[in-house]
Structure formats: structure tokens, C-alpha cells
């Protein structure tokens, strides 16, 4: 059975996505800790980060380096943390948090309740910054 990450990429369930090139695919998290918390995802299901094979993991990581430069850039932030984390959903993904103060950037800091137009308003400014970093 597909992830639910699957089913995002492969356009069945919508998501505020971010960025996008052939191999991942960023969006941002529907349960944020922080204002543009993005999720990065290779495109291929893969359970674990670390069973990623070396090429994968390395393109997905320069993708979440490109994606963190757009936040960063949209994001009124000190930093773009990045976390490897969760087992809830089985597809490897990197999770970009935006942060002014590193104890916002915890798995136990409160969920934030964003409207879905202002996350599509936040999805949109990224992807421009994105698009012009291209």
C-alpha cells in the first residue's frame, strides 16, 4: 500500500507544494511546528532515510539545501533547521524548519494551526523564491 507520501506525490491527496524536480519533492507539513515547515521527500517510496541509496540521498539533500535558501529568503527566520525524524509515515523525508530560537525546533514543541489560504499564501512565496533561484 502507498505512503501517504506516495499519494501526494503521485497527485491523488493535494498538498501545498513548494518545489518540485524529477527525483523529490517539497511541501509544506499540515501539522507545523514553525511557519514553513517544509517536508522534503525523495520520490521513490523508501522506508528508512538512512536505506536510501548514496545518489538519492545526496540529490535529496542538495534539493533541501536549495529549498532551505527559498525559505530562508520568504521566512522571517535566524535559520533553516533540518531534522531527520519520524517513523509515522513510512517514506523517508527531511523535515526545513524555520526557526528564531532553537527551542523551537523540537518534536514536542506545540503543533501551530495555519488557515489553509494563508498555507497556500506561504507555499506560494516560497515557490517564487524557488523559481527565482532556479
Same mark, same amino acid.
Given at each position: *500500500?502507498?505512503?501517504?507520501?506516495?499519494?501526494?506525490? =503521485?497527485?491523488?491527496?493535494?498538498?501545498?507544494?513548494?518545489?518540485?524536480?524529477?527525483?523529490?519533492?517539497?511541501? %509544506?507539513?499540515?501539522?507545523?511546528?514553525?511557519?514553513?515547515?517544509?517536508? &522534503? @521527500?525523495? #520520490? =521513490?517510496?523508501?522506508?528508512?532515510?538512512?536505506? %536510501?541509496?548514496?545518489?538519492? *540521498?545526496? !540529490?535529496?539533500?542538495?534539493?533541501?539545501?536549495?529549498?532551505?535558501?527559498? %525559505? $530562508?529568503?520568504?521566512?522571517?527566520?535566524?535559520?533553516?533547521? &533540518?531534522?531527520?525524524?519520524?517513523? +509515522? @509515515?513510512?517514506?523517508?523525508?527531511?523535515?526545513?524548519?524555520?526557526? %528564531? =530560537? +532553537?527551542? =523551537? &525546533? !523540537? &518534536?514536542?514543541?506545540? #503543533?501551530?494551526?495555519?488557515?489553509? $489560504?494563508?498555507?497556500?499564501?506561504?507555499?506560494?512565496?516560497?515557490?517564487? +523564491?524557488?523559481?527565482?533561484? !532556479?
Amino acid at each position: *500500500m502507498p505512503s501517504i507520501f506516495t499519494r501526494i506525490i =503521485q497527485g491523488e491527496i493535494p498538498c501545498h507544494k513548494v518545489a518540485e524536480t524529477e527525483d523529490c519533492l517539497a511541501f %509544506l507539513d499540515i501539522n507545523p511546528i514553525a511557519r514553513g515547515h517544509t517536508l &522534503v @521527500v525523495p #520520490k =521513490q517510496e523508501i522506508d528508512a532515510f538512512f536505506d %536510501l541509496d548514496d545518489g538519492t *540521498m545526496a !540529490s535529496l539533500m542538495i534539493f533541501a539545501k536549495r529549498v532551505a535558501g527559498a %525559505l $530562508d529568503r520568504c521566512i522571517k527566520c535566524k535559520r533553516v533547521g &533540518v531534522m531527520v525524524i519520524g517513523t +509515522e @509515515v513510512p517514506h523517508a523525508h527531511v523535515h526545513l524548519i524555520p526557526f %528564531l =530560537q +532553537e527551542r =523551537q &525546533v !523540537s &518534536v514536542t514543541a506545540p #503543533k501551530l494551526k495555519i488557515a489553509p $489560504d494563508e498555507m497556500a499564501e506561504i507555499a506560494a512565496s516560497i515557490r517564487a +523564491e524557488w523559481d527565482a533561484g !532556479s
